[in-house]
């Protein structure tokens, strides 16, 4: 076996890192992957490494170019932009054991990755540091439980996961919010309905579908919920009627560039489906866009940027892809084309301007308009099926993991997601943060926040800095704020002592400091 260096560790192949298992001369000296990753052209095949399950999870892409990934056989694995694997982990459980990963890995900017596991109960949430050993655990007990929504990260650092199980009066959720240390904030876990799709953050709040039993049929239902586990807002969507079996879901959530929650609704049983847009400030649905039967939406919606509002990009399971601008003022639907096959995931869209999606075992090149480039004469043929959504990491290489187990890695010849696109991929980043891009106000340019739904929020102690570049905020509710027994008490920018920063918030005052005003 090769000695090599791991960590500035020297150590040999194959031995146990915490409970990672360090592959056979993978890892350069410096423990270290080289810092640029190979880009390659359009159609290349990179490498394909072979895992030890079906792989239906979005591929987490660190700024080193590590790609972390699991499996349905609930390993979870990292492996360089080079294809070597760095580590691969399993919890080391006795009675219960996690069954699968189907959730994607989130990561904060420290490198920290976090996972929830499914089918198994109980179920577990992980955090691992980046050489791949257990941070800590979190367990929860849902009756058939399964987490297989991804996590959401906060600016902030506040990790927010979802789930959903059964019960006696249909599904049954559960919200979590926990601290990087692992310690759950006041309040959480919060009570739910199924959640299925994966949640996303706007600031401080963290938007969540949902599903369950409203009388005798199902009912889907967004809401947004900040941090102290109190709703802002709860907007019922589709029901299915009364003594009528029809299996509806949502997509996971996507957030365009004006803020607004853009969402799929999906009725499985007559297979069809529709495109929400709802306002995150006050949870009004601002457009509902019908996209036809016979298909039904996979993954969640991407968006990128349009010369007349924004296109907003799905796939479906029969392998529709389409494109719609609910804003253009004429045709909703930019394309809707037929790809060769059906989809499972969401596409991604680069900065070259094209969208790549998988099909099948073809992989797919498409303009903005709706062209798929250079597929007809040239098709790109796969070894395999794409079960999961597409990433995108530095170099413009395309990730995707298959039916039979395969982390697939393709050049395209772009430098990565298009940074002008509100969401661009899955999980809206390469790190699969699920957060949408911040709403910068005021600054130099005097920008101003959408509405008065929202606030500028200055940084703290910023009072009297000119030209201070704000963040826009959602103006909560003070009646959902909470009723501390003892105020922790913070001072605002206008001298008055507010209760907590959620009274000050719905003040709409940015924050002096902590404590009394005066002290």
């Known amino acids: 076996r090769a000695h090599i260096t791991f960590h500035g560790e020297e150590i040999q192949a194959g031995t146990k890192v915490g409970q990672a298992e360090v592959a056979d001369a993978e890892i350069p000296d410096d423990g270290v992957p080289p810092p640029v990753c190979p880009d390659g052209t359009w159609a290349d095949i990179l490498f ?20 972390y ?24 459980c006795v009675d219960y054991c996690p069954q699968a990963f189907e959730g994607s890995a989130a990561l904060a900017e420290d490198g920290t990755i976090y996972v929830g596991d499914d089918i198994a109960v109980p179920n577990y949430f992980f955090a691992l540091s980046p050489d791949g050993t257990l941070k800590w655990m979190y367990e929860t007990w849902l009756i058939y439980g399964q987490m297989d929504a991804s996590p959401a ?9 979802a789930g959903h199980g059964d019960s006696e009066i249909g599904p049954i959720g559960q919200l979590l919010a926990l601290r990087p240390d692992g310690s759950v904030l006041d309040g959480f876990p919060m009570p739910t309905l199924a959640v299925t799709g994966s949640p ?7 938007i969540v579908g949902q599903t369950g039993m409203n009388g005798l049929s199902l009912r889907n239902s967004v809401f947004s919920a900040i941090d102290t586990a109190r709703k802002i807002w709860e907007t019922p969507l589709s029901q299915a009627g009364d003594y009528v079996y029809e299996a509806i879901s949502l997509s996971s959530i996507a957030v365009d560039a004006e803020g607004r929650i853009v969402v ?70 930019t394309f809707d084309i037929r790809l060769g096959a059906g989809m499972k995931g969401s596409p991604v869209l680069a900065d070259d301007g094209f969208i790549y999606a998988a099909a099948g075992s073809m992989l797919y090149r498409v303009s903005k308009t709706g062209e798929i480039v250079d597929n007809i004469a040239n098709p790109v043929t796969l070894s395999d099926t794409v079960t999961s959504s597409l990433a995108m990491g530095p170099g413009g290489i395309l990730y995707m993991g298959t039916e039979t187990g395969k982390l697939i890695a393709a050049g395209t010849g772009a430098g990565g997601l298009d940074p002008a696109a509100p969401w661009p991929s899955m999980r809206h980043d390469e790190r699969n943060t699920g957060r949408a891009d911040s709403l910068d106000c005021d600054g130099i340019h005097g920008a101003a926040c959408p509405d008065d739904s929202f606030f500028c929020e200055h940084p703290p102690g910023t009072c009297l800095v000119l030209d201070q570049l704000g963040t826009c905020i959602e103006v909560p509710d003070p009646s959902m704020c909470p009723d501390y027994a003892i105020c922790p008490d913070v001072c605002g ?9 959620c009274e000050r918030r719905a003040a709409s005052v940015s924050k002096d400091h902590d404590g009394p005003c005066g002290e």
């Not at 349905?72 to 982990?89: I, P, Q």
């Not at 990260?153 to 996961?161: K, M, R, V």
């Not at 996303?200 to 963290?206: E, W």
């Open 200 to 206: 996303a953050v706007i600031g401080p709040t963290v």
């Open 493 to 501: 920018c206008d001298g008055v002592t507010y209760c907590s920063d």
């Open 264 to 333: 799929a609704e999906n009725w499985e049983t007559s297979r069809a489906s529709s495109l929400v847009l709802i306002d995150a400030g006050s949870g009004e649905v601002r457009r509902t866009i019908d996209l036809g039967g016979g298909q039904i939406a996979v993954g969640a919606p991407v968006i990128g940027p349009a010369l007349f509002g924004e296109d907003i990009i799905l796939a479906m399971d029969g392998g529709r892809l389409v494109s719609a601008n609910p804003d253009s003022g004429g045709a909703v639907f």
């Open 69 to 92: 990934f699991g499996t349905e056989n609930a390993t979870l694995y990292a492996v360089d932009c080079f294809g070597a694997k760095r580590w691969e982990w399993r919890y080391a």
């Open 48 to 67: 394909e490494f072979q895992a030890d399950g079906r792989i239906v999870s979005t591929p987490a892409v660190g700024a080193d170019g590590t790609v």
């Open 153 to 161: 990260l906060s600016a902030d650092g506040t990790i927010f996961a």
